[in-house]
């Protein structure tokens, strides 16, 4: 089976820099993304990284280590609009198909 | 301009009833899924479709059924046979099957009564 872990809440202050980490447990990995959604819309895709390393997209950084099944997403100059869930997602290959397996989210608070 | 839609963005149901919750995208997308979300939980995946006239079960496909007759649409019925629906149905689209990065729409809040 698949199964990725995530905290469920973080809160952070305005203007500070905060990491939501993410492990996970599955076969044929492909790669991990990193979705943003606020309160009742829609998940909007924030960052993805198939290889080992940084990947950087302005604020919002994103790092992988597949050697120890974990990644982290970082989010810098935090804004009051940054106050959403952030979820990680695993790409993994069974059978021909490509499949994503979302964690349960990390509700990120940021106050004054 | 192009996106995913979903209609109605509220429904109510009697339980009992089967109801088919709308997924159109003009992006083009080879590529569809619907996802279930309950309250604190993340985005579980009930069926997905790499391309027209084919679809894959994903973790919690028992009670829903969907088709693929057309590229753009992407149709999932909830049926009498699911236990719990209500929750917040997301249809989302990537371009390819192997595409990292989904596009979703703006979801749709069921209610069953």
């Known amino acids: 089976g698949q199964s990725l872990e995530q905290p469920s809440e973080v809160t952070a202050v305005e203007g500070a820099i905060v990491q939501i980490n993410c492990t996970y447990q599955?076969?044929?990995?492909?790669?991990l993304s990193w979705y943003q959604q606020h309160d009742g819309g829609a998940p909007t895709f924030l960052s993805y990284n198939g290889l080992d390393g940084l990947e950087e997209t302005g604020r919002f950084s994103s790092f992988l280590s597949r050697s120890d099944s974990y990644g982290y997403l970082l989010l810098q100059e935090l804004q009051m609009k940054d106050s959403a869930s952030y979820f990680c997602a695993v790409r993994s290959f069974s059978g021909g198909y490509q499949k994503v397996t979302f964690g349960t989210g990390t509700k990120l608070q940021v106050i004054p | 301009d192009g996106g995913i839609t979903q209609s109605p963005k509220y429904l109510f149901r009697k339980e009992g009833q089967n109801v088919t919750l709308s997924c159109e995208q003009n992006?083009?997308?080879?590529?569809m899924y619907w996802y279930r979300q309950d309250p604190g939980q993340g985005l579980r995946l009930i069926y997905y479709s790499q391309i027209v006239n084919d679809f894959q079960k994903g973790d919690i496909a028992e009670g829903y059924s969907v088709s693929r007759e057309k590229k753009e649409s992407f149709p999932l019925t909830v049926t009498s046979a699911q236990k719990n629906p209500t929750a917040f149905y997301l249809c989302?689209?990537?371009?390819?099957?192997?595409?990292?990065?989904?596009?979703f729409g703006p979801g749709t809040r069921l209610t069953v009564l």
């Open positions: 599955t076969s044929g990995f492909y790669g």
């Open positions: 992006l083009n997308h080879d590529a």
């Open positions: 989302a689209s990537s371009i390819v099957r192997d595409s990292h990065e989904q596009f």
